[in-house]
């Protein structure tokens, strides 16, 4: 299958630190994806993990684990700018690239 | 300079009528895509195009018909709308099987009245 599950909603407060997992189940693993979406805009590219462990980018890492079919993204020093869905995305194994998306975790960030 | 730039950003209709949705990329990326987000958010592939060729597609209903006149462009056509196919449409593009990461457009909100 290729289902692939996140939280719905999270809250947190300006300058903590969270972590939005993601769990998925698709065959011929190819590589897991986070995008950024803010409300009314187009989703952005936040990373891409293909082996295992931890991908840092100023803020914003991620990490994987293939074998546990398990990703997360760490949001540190959060600002209120962080308020968005945090969408996880896998590709479909079969050919050219179908990226299959989870529903999207909503972070909401209070002062 | 906008990278992918989708064309309208809101589009209202009556049922039964047959809109199009344009998209334009400048990157140079050789694969475009256009995504369904409805109501509960989940981003779904419609279709797939490499380089002006269909590759994907995700079982949609034959009213929409996409055309890829060249790799920069690819539009959607919806015949015979329906309610249910309010939602927001998305195009996107990326380099080959898109490792890098997909760019989407500023997205089309089509609301069937």
């Known amino acids: 299958g290729q289902n692939i599950d996140q939280p719905t909603e999270m809250t947190a407060t300006e300058g903590a630190i969270v972590q939005i997992n993601c769990t998925y189940q698709?065959?011929?693993?190819?590589?897991l994806f986070w995008y950024q979406q803010h409300a009314g805009e187009a989703p952005t590219f936040l990373s891409y993990?293909?082996?295992?462990g931890l991908e840092e980018k100023g803020r914003f890492s991620s990490f994987l684990s293939r074998s546990k079919g398990y990703s997360y993204l760490l949001l540190k020093e959060l600002q209120m700018k962080d308020s968005a869905s945090y969408l996880c995305?896998?590709?479909?194994?079969?050919?050219?690239?179908?990226?299959?998306f989870g529903a999207g975790t909503r972070l909401a960030v209070h002062p | 300079d906008t990278a992918v730039s989708q064309t309208p950003k809101y589009l209202v209709t009556q049922m039964g009528n047959d809109k199009s949705i344009k998209c334009e990329q400048n990157?140079?990326?050789?694969?475009m895509y256009w995504y369904k987000q409805d109501s509960k958010k989940f981003l779904k592939i419609m279709f797939s195009?490499?380089?002006?060729?269909?590759?994907i597609n995700e079982t949609v209903p034959n009213r929409f018909s996409p055309k890829s006149p060249d790799k920069a462009h690819l539009n959607l056509h919806i015949n015979s709308l329906e309610l249910g196919d309010s939602a927001v449409y998305f195009c996107?593009?990326?380099?080959?099987?898109?490792?890098?990461?997909?760019?989407f457009g500023s997205g089309t909100r089509l609301t069937v009245v």
């Open positions: 995305a896998s590709p479909f194994s079969g050919g050219y690239n179908k990226l299959i």
């Open positions: 195009y490499n380089n002006k060729e269909l590759i």
């Open positions: 698709t065959s011929g693993f190819n590589g």
């Open positions: 990157l140079g990326h050789d694969t």
């Open positions: 993990n293909v082996l295992d």
């Open positions: 996107a593009s990326s380099l080959g099987q898109g490792a890098g990461g997909y760019t």
